[in-house]
């Protein structure tokens, strides 16, 4: 019938009518949408945590966010802060020390203390022994205070052969490379030695001409005459023990430099009696002692106190682990506004959550979830911080999980038993050494059975075996971890964001796929409607 | 009936016209998209400023004859080499037919460049500039108040002195000078409110030589560099967006001040006043700037995808996150060293980042037992940058162009080698008193071997020097590219096997034990020289040492950054008033004087505009660094150890190619990455084949400094991308068969659906929203192209499917 067929063409007609609107919108919907607008902020300071920053930097451009980072040493950072020539600082050390008597005033300006990423403080070294390279050095915090006290003054001393069982050590002078600028690493460094070994630290800073005690300070005292070397910024302590030639050199350093450079890095002894390396697991087992300043009235809220740390019975710990800050305006003014503001604090929203998850990589660590917390509260001071996008259940730290225990930790592997003081020595390499053979190899190396930690992923050291041996897979209530048979180390972390976000616009591919269905359902129902249709006006 | 039936016919038939021709126009509307994607892939190398250049002479017919300056200018001509589709980059300023640049000082005859904001069709205000920052080093070397915002009462008879002008001051003191105003209406008589010394484009001099050209590389600046100015924003007028225009204003400072008096009855002889002022603000050139809108950035809280790797990839992978993210996943990389790249390829570690960039492939044993699949990414390479100011004596015979910068420097293997092992008296703390180096050389200028190549160095002054050459800390692949191409040379191994060059110049015998000339294990630049000094005894001992001297930067593109602002960070200038006195840097190099040179990435050369050296290769050419020489240099790699990928052989003898040519591959270690990674990847190795090769300044292309790659090696992008597409829809690995236990105990799925790849393939519902996390695992179709490719097939589809039955129908009647 007539009617019907013009049922049918009406059908086609909508149909098409449909099809050419969508295909019009299609090509006319501009993907461009209004775009958050950030302004360009600079910071200065930290060369410690500064490998971590200039990551993130990198990283944020595709946000649109543009952050100029000088990498001058902790004390130029608070200084320049202080003076308002920079929107942030990056430090180690709160304001506020006493430094060789002298007190260091805090700026006038409003301002916050925010943890940014955490790491161990390594001592890289470059020794040989018969030609081949050390890479297995361990230290005893007592040997290694003597060693940059220049109590220890040769490689061979009864001393650093207690802490070595298997090494045979070379008879060459030991050279500690210190900082010649005001640095937080120093100031880590010495505080741990104060604290610790005080008498050694006293004695020292007496010969130095401080003031005693000695305590913590930014500005290492060189004694000239005894063989110390002082060299500028992170990369120049660094990459003076780089120098093939400068046998016998050891230096303080983040981690991440001890990687980039290739060198190896000594495991130190924890109070549980295990030598271990600064790695992002040991690292984060040893923060969970960290004591944390929680009185948000105090100038020092959330600055650390790391006495637990120094002290952490657990087996994993490595002792020297700390974080670094960022120091953030919470006031208008230097220039400071709150566009300036409002960048800084998805700048700081970015690198507390996501861009932790680069921490390992670098040789860092991420923040645990309380100073997450702590650090995305500090965020929300920040003038101009658009709040609303502040939300720790978005935040994909890796250390997060779903049930509140830090990841990373969690799952650290047990040192192996080689590790333990005692007759035994591992044979790995550590930092980025680990392929490496190892040298110096004597009496009563690394032959010990691996027996595994205690804790649930910990697997055994197999032995001596140098030639770098394949991965065990351990499923445990937390996942799968991966350790390295070699290291007994388990370096890697389940992430679990608490919270995934999803892409929930309906865009412009949304409505490709709709028309794409719509396509297809056409080219489906359109044959058989134009054959029925057909056969009917051939019928009639 | 039979009219009826006609009737009928003919409606049904024009109802069928008319729908078959909207389904046409559809269908062609979708095809020429697809064509119009895909040959935005085909627009080649080179840069994209392609028929944007613009001159303007100076003397349009309407500049005030009566003009003191009018003789001066008259024959100016201003070319701006790209004045569309502008980002943050370099554009290049040239200038025929102005007067010299007195060469002993920076008195008369410059030109001041600048960015504004302002009118899009009349042009800026003085208000709407960005000027006035300028270093108090810049700013002395010119005339009074030339290089600020500041105007003197009576100075410029057609200037306005009223409040306007007025600075408002305490104490009835007067001032004037010209406010900022900045795009959004706010506006400060300081400009370090919106800019500074650090951040501001402003050229405060650009020098003329004797022949009466110039140059000058202009940064221009978008509103994520310069929120103030606001160039680029995206504005929408009429449904079309486009980023807002900018302006580019050229004021030539010529032999008169504003007033008409000669710049010589100046106390300092020099012209004065600010280029803001009424009369030499008339004398402007202005270029409208085109900049491409910026759009939308990457919408900040979703979870990255990891990636690391070397620092050659670092600049194209920046630019191309910002588009990476409208495929769904966002991208994060972490620059790392090579080798430890390929450390983490194969640590076997769960999470380890599964994909890498090397410029090396890993070698068997490491990478026995590991499914490698290798992609290359981007050709660029490995350059020395330099940022050197003809700093002439008066008897040379160009003296004239005293001031302006080199732009031709030649470096052998051997000078090379010299820079890097400290044989040069300059590079070691006190070189001169050094016996070792009695016999060599204070540093490039005064070596015979250099000055053979780079006569006009003859006439610096004897004491002129670079700051070393400046590189960078770690271990990379791109450093033993560099010891390669010395080892390859026999002159550069023999020096730096002990043997004297042809003027009795000896390597430091630091690096003699180091075996340089035939160690094939070295990746980084060491700096063995112990040696300390200090300049008197009141400085404490040792004093400064080789890395106070000549540190280490960060990276290559560090190292260029500090040579474009001549700041090697050399600290050799005890500062007593320190706490603790300390070494210091003396500043930034000052302009008409500057020599730094840095081994940096072809990339960042390009970034911060400075010149490269040519280099000599095998065949004994000096090659520059361009797109052509640069793939002339991966066309001559030779096959490696590992399957399919090449890389160089320094001894091939290749007139045309750049010896330090580097291809950076991607490694991805299959098995130990999870599906969804996999998906990721092929996701992102799609893009690098793709839109990452279209070279162009814009976020999203490929950054100049880099060449894309050459078709072969897209074809090879596009087989990696296939294998993992093959692992995704049928897993091999035994990781991705086993169901692993998910972190709550429950179980995911390991056998998601084939990726879609062939126009064919049929649109999956994963992109609809609300789709669940696992959707990641399938991509949906890949690029724009494909995208109209199948919208139009499926246009052109519909039709043929009505048609066809009619056809069938009319013959059977």
Redesign the interface.
């Known amino acids: 019938m007539s009617g019907q067929r013009r049922r049918h063409a009406t059908l086609i007609g909508l149909l098409s009518v449909i099809l050419f609107t969508l295909a019009t919108i299609t090509t006319t919907v501009s993907s461009a949408s209004a775009a958050t607008s950030y302004v360009p902020i600079s910071g200065a300071g930290s060369s410690w945590s500064s490998n971590a920053i200039d990551q993130w930097r990198r990283n944020v451009q595709q946000y649109g966010i543009r952050v100029n980072y000088a990498s001058t040493g902790s004390s130029d950072g608070r200084n320049q802060f202080k003076a308002g020539t920079v929107d942030f600082g990056a430090s180690e050390i709160p304001y506020g020390t006493t430094d060789n008597g002298v007190t260091e005033p805090a700026p006038s300006r409003g301002y916050a203390y925010m943890p940014d990423v955490a790491g161990g403080t390594a001592f890289m070294y470059n020794l040989q022994s018969g030609g081949k390279r050390i890479t297995n050095l361990r230290l005893s915090g007592d040997t290694l205070s003597k060693l940059f006290t220049g109590v220890i003054t040769h490689w061979n001393d009864p001393l650093i052969k207690a802490d070595n069982p298997g090494l045979t050590l070379p008879d060459f002078k030991v050279v500690p490379v210190v900082r010649s600028d005001g640095s937080g690493s120093t100031a880590q460094f010495t505080l741990w030695m104060s604290k610790l070994h005080s008498s050694v630290w006293n004695n020292y800073c007496r010969s130095a001409g401080r003031k005693v005690p000695c305590g913590e300070t930014s500005n290492f005292p060189v004694v000239f005459g005894k063989g110390f070397v002082a060299q500028p910024n992170s990369q120049g302590v660094a990459g003076y023990v780089a120098q093939t030639a400068n046998v016998g050199t050891i230096t303080y350093v983040e981690y991440s430099y001890a990687i980039k450079t290739g060198y190896p890095v000594a495991k130190i002894l924890n109070a549980a009696g295990y030598y271990t390396e600064p790695t992002a697991s040991n690292v984060a087992v040893a923060l969970l002692k960290a004591q944390i300043n929680n009185n948000p009235t105090s100038p020092s809220y959330l600055t650390q106190q790391l006495d637990g740390v120094y002290s952490d019975p657990d087996p994993r710990a490595y002792p020297l682990s700390s974080y670094s800050y960022m120091i953030v305006p919470t006031q208008i003014q230097d220039g400071f506004t709150s566009a300036k503001g409002a960048t800084l604090a998805a700048f700081a929203n970015y690198f507390l959550c996501e861009g932790q998850q680069q921490a390992e990589v670098l040789g860092y660590s991420p923040l645990p979830i309380n100073l997450v917390k702590a650090g995305l509260a500090q965020v929300k001071r920040i003038p101009g911080a658009v709040v609303s996008s502040i939300n720790i259940k978005k935040c994909n730290n890796p250390t997060f999980s779903t049930s509140g225990v830090n990841t990373l930790a969690q799952n650290a592997a047990q040192p192996s038993a080689c590790d333990k003081k005692g007759v035994t020595q591992c044979t790995i390499g550590t930092g980025s050494t680990k392929g490496s053979s190892p040298a110096g190899t004597g009496t009563g190396t690394g032959t010990a059975p691996g027996t595994g930690g205690t804790g649930s992923t910990g697997t055994g050291d197999p032995g001596a075996a140098t030639t770098g041996g394949g991965t065990t897979t351990v499923i445990n209530a937390h996942g799968s971890t991966s350790c390295d048979a070699d290291t007994g180390i388990c370096q890697v972390v389940n992430a679990i964001p608490v919270d995934a976000p999803l892409p929930s616009s309906w865009g412009i591919s949304q409505w490709f796929v709709l028309l794409l269905c719509l396509l297809l359902v056409l080219a489906i129902a359109v044959p058989p409607i134009v054959v029925i249709a057909a056969r009917r006006s051939h019928r009639s | 009936m039979k009219l009826r039936d006609w009737t009928?016919?003919r409606?049904?038939l024009a109802?069928f016209g008319?729908?078959l021709a909207?389904?046409l126009l559809?269908g062609i509307?979708?095809a020429s998209?697809a064509i119009a994607a895909s040959v935005k892939k085909d627009v080649g190398s080179g840069t994209s400023s392609g028929g944007s250049a613009k001159t303007v002479a100076w003397d349009d017919g309407t500049r005030n004859v009566t003009d003191a300056n009018y003789g001066v200018f008259k024959a100016l001509k201003v070319t701006v080499d790209q004045t569309s589709n502008l980002t943050d980059q370099g554009v290049h300023v040239s200038w025929t037919g102005g007067k010299v640049t007195p060469p002993q000082d920076d008195k008369t005859n410059y030109l001041q460049i600048m960015q504004c904001w302002g009118d899009p069709s009349t042009g800026p205000k003085p208000q709407q500039c960005e000027w006035g920052e300028a270093s108090t080093s810049l700013s002395s070397l010119v005339g009074s108040n030339a290089a600020n915002r500041s105007l003197v009462n009576g100075e410029d008879p057609l200037q306005d002195y009223g409040s306007g002008y007025q600075v408002p001051l305490a104490h009835n003191i007067k001032a004037w000078a010209v406010p900022f105003q900045a795009v959004d209406g706010t506006s400060a008589w300081n400009p370090?409110?919106y800019f500074s010394q650090?951040?501001s484009n402003e050229v405060t001099v650009a020098r003329t030589g004797q022949d009466g050209s110039g140059s000058y590389e202009f940064e221009t600046q978008t509103?994520?560099?310069a929120?103030e100015l606001g160039c680029g924003?995206?504005i929408?007028t009429g449904?079309v967006?486009a980023g807002r225009a900018c302006w580019l204003v050229v004021v030539p400072r010529g032999e008169f001040n504003a007033d008409g008096t000669p710049a010589s009855s100046n106390s300092d002889g020099r012209v004065g006043g600010s280029p803001l002022s009424a009369t030499n603000w008339a004398d402007r050139i202005q270029f409208k700037l085109g900049f491409t809108?910026?759009?939308?950035?990457?919408?900040?809280?979703?979870?990255?995808r990891?990636t690391?790797g070397s620092e050659l990839i670092?600049g194209a992978f920046?630019s191309w996150?910002?588009a990476?993210?409208?495929t769904?996943t966002?991208y994060?990389?972490?620059?790392?060293?090579d080798?430890?790249a390929r450390?983490?390829a194969v640590?076997?570690?769960?999470?380890?980042?599964g994909l890498g960039f090397v410029a090396l492939p890993i070698d068997a044993t490491?990478a026995a037992?590991a499914t490698l699949e290798y992609a290359p990414v981007a050709e660029s390479a490995i350059v020395v940058g330099y940022n050197i100011d003809k700093h002439l004596v008066t008897s040379a015979p160009d003296y004239a162009d005293n001031g302006t910068p080199v732009t031709n420097l030649v470096l052998t293997p051997r000078l090379v080698a010299k820079l890097l092992t400290q044989s040069y008296q300059n590079d070691v703390p006190d070189g001169g008193g050094k016996s070792y180096l009695a016999a060599n050389p204070t540093s490039l200028r005064t070596d015979p071997d250099f000055l053979a190549l780079n006569p006009e160095f003859k006439f610096f002054p004897k004491g002129s020097s670079p700051d070393g050459l400046m590189v960078a800390?770690?271990?990379t692949d791109a450093a033993s590219a560099i010891w390669a191409w010395l080892r390859a040379d026999p002159d550069a191994s023999d020096f730096l096997n002990g043997k004297a060059d042809p003027w009795g110049t000896v390597v430091n015998p630091?690096y003699l034990?180091?075996k340089l000339g035939t160690d094939t294990t070295v990746d980084?630049y060491?700096?063995?020289d112990?040696s300390t000094f200090r300049q008197s005894t009141d400085i404490?001992?040792?004093g400064y040492?080789t890395?106070?001297m000549r540190?280490?930067?960060?990276?290559m593109d560090e190292a260029a950054s500090r040579t474009l602002h001549a700041d090697a960070n050399v600290?050799t200038v005890w500062d007593q008033t320190k706490l603790?006195p300390?070494?210091t840097d003396p500043g930034a190099q000052v302009p008409g004087e500057r020599f730094e040179i840095s081994i940096t990435v072809s990339n960042s050369a390009d970034l911060y505009g400075l010149q490269t050296a040519k280099l000599v290769n095998a065949a004994g050419k000096a090659v520059a660094p361009t797109s052509a020489s640069i793939g002339a240099g991966v066309d001559a790699m030779v096959p490696s150890a590992t399957d399919g990928i090449v890389v160089t052989d320094p001894n091939k003898r290749v007139n045309a190619a750049y010896p330090l040519s580097m291809l950076t591959y991607a490694v991805v270690n299959v098995c130990n990455s999870s599906l969804p990674a996999l998906a990721d990847y092929r996701k992102l190795l799609n893009y690098i084949a793709g839109p990452g090769q279209v070279s162009g300044s814009s976020l999203g292309q490929l950054p100049d400094g880099y060449v894309p790659l050459k078709a072969s090696l897209i074809g090879q992008v596009a087989a990696a991308s296939k294998a993992l597409a093959s692992e995704i829809a049928t897993p091999v690995c035994v990781s991705h068969i086993k169901v692993?236990?998910?972190?709550?105990?429950g179980t995911t799925t390991t056998a998601p659906p084939a990726p879609a790849d062939a126009p064919s393939a049929?649109?999956t519902?994963t992109?609809?929203?609300?789709?669940s996390?696992s959707a990641r695992m399938t991509p949906?179709?890949q690029t724009t192209a494909t995208?109209y490719t199948?919208?139009a097939a499926?246009?052109f589809?519909?039709p043929c499917?009505?048609i066809?039955?009619?056809l069938l129908?009319r013959r059977?009647?």
């Open positions: 009928r016919r409606s049904l109802v008319i729908l909207i389904d559809a509307g979708s998209l370090l409110t650090s951040s509103s994520l560099s929120p924003t995206a929408t449904g967006t809108a910026i759009g939308a950035s990457c919408p900040l809280g979703r979870a990255e990891r690391a670092a920046t996150q910002s990476l993210c409208a769904g966002t994060g990389y972490s620059e790392i060293g080798a430890e450390a983490e640590s076997g570690a769960q999470g380890a980042t490491a037992g800390l770690g271990n630091s034990s180091l980084s060491p700096k063995a112990l404490p001992a040792p040492g890395l106070d540190p280490y930067t960060l990276d600290k603790p300390a070494f692993p236990k998910s972190a709550n105990g049929t649109p519902p992109a609809t929203p609300g789709a996390p949906a179709v995208r199948v919208l499926l246009f589809a519909v499917l009505a066809g039955p009619i129908r059977r009647l």
